[in-house]
């Protein structure tokens, strides 16, 4: 049975993550995409540097090995995919519903790693949901979105994938041994590390002194914030497959912003893509799973 708080985190997960593509959108629109990135991972690490500096003492070398590790994959990778796609021109709503292809790798591979079986349920649901991410991308293909710019969201849901099944790995058996503050603090800062780096190399590190600059990465920043946080309380408490799931119901909500903020134009491929993928998260959720195949 779902409980008053696992609904207020869902809700509050789906709203805040597709926040995540609307700032991306925004700052497509006031600086190239890896300085925006850049500082918006190191304002974040700046706000969460308290929790970093209690992080220092309670990591071991194993627990920093790790930490790197997610934070390349979830939040360097994954953010660099959806912020290089908005530059590309691949719609808010469209990056979303690409990138919410996770849940069909992430809940196969999770009841696969669990020995569990897949049902017919979650076989109809992965097929449902890639069928409207499909259904979609067609649709911004044939208005001039180039094929190349489909693969960044792409790009970005593999590696958030990926992150999630180590995430949840890792964090087991004892899940909360380090807190997601400073969680998110330790990542801020390898991330701020790793892009910083890049930007001085490629001369993009200099931002921009204008309003729209910082309104955008301020946006980044609460949004990135909230949206991670929320994800990671999901994940340890109701399950990875449970947390990626949900992000099928992204889309729809970050299409509507993106058309009532942006006026980006909402495609009849769109509209039947985005209905499709939402019945899939009723499908996924609702099929059950049985017990280990094997011991």
């Given amino acids: 049975m779902t409980t008053k708080a696992s609904l207020v985190r869902t809700v509050a997960l789906v709203l805040v993550w597709s926040s995540g593509f609307i700032g991306a959108e925004l700052g497509a629109r006031a600086a190239p995409p890896a300085t925006l990135l850049t500082w918006r991972f190191l304002v974040t690490a700046a706000v969460l540097l308290p929790w970093l500096l209690r992080a220092v003492d309670r990591l071991d070398r ?17 953010l660099a995919g959806v912020f290089w796609a908005a530059a590309a021109g691949v719609p808010a ?16 591979a999770t009841l696969v790693l669990e ?7 979650h076989v109809a649901g992965l097929v449902l949901g890639s069928a409207g991410v499909a259904l979609t991308a067609i649709g911004d293909l044939r208005a001039g979105v180039a094929l190349a710019a489909l693969v960044l969201p792409l790009t970005a849901m593999l590696s958030l994938s990926a992150g999630t099944l180590l995430q949840q790995r890792w964090s087991t058996p004892s899940p909360e041994s380090i807190p997601l503050m400073e969680t998110l603090a330790v990542q801020a800062v390898v991330s701020a590390g790793f892009c910083t ?31 991670y946080g929320l994800y990671y309380v999901v994940t340890t408490r109701d399950g990875a497959a449970r ?12 299409a509507l912003w993106a058309t009532l903020m942006f006026g980006q134009p909402l495609r009849l491929t769109a509209v039947i893509g ?4 939402a019945t899939a998260v009723v499908v996924l959720t609702r099929a059950p799973t049985r017990a280990p195949a094997r011991v």
């Fill in 62 to 78: 194993r627990g920093w090995m790790h930490q790197v590790v997610l934070a390349l994959l979830c939040q360097c990778l994954y």
């Fill in 93 to 108: 709503g469209t990056s979303a519903l690409v990138a919410s292809l996770q849940p069909a790798l992430v809940l196969a």
């Fill in 115 to 121: 020995g569990r079986r897949l049902q017919l349920g």
């Fill in 197 to 227: 780096a890049y930007t001085a190399v490629v001369g993009e590190l200099t931002p921009p002194m204008t309003t729209e600059f910082w309104t955008a990465t301020a946006w980044a920043v609460l949004a990135g914030i909230g949206a």
């Fill in 243 to 254: 947390a990626s799931t949900l992000l099928y119901l992204t889309p729809a909500t970050t």
């Fill in 274 to 277: 985005l209905l499709v993928s």
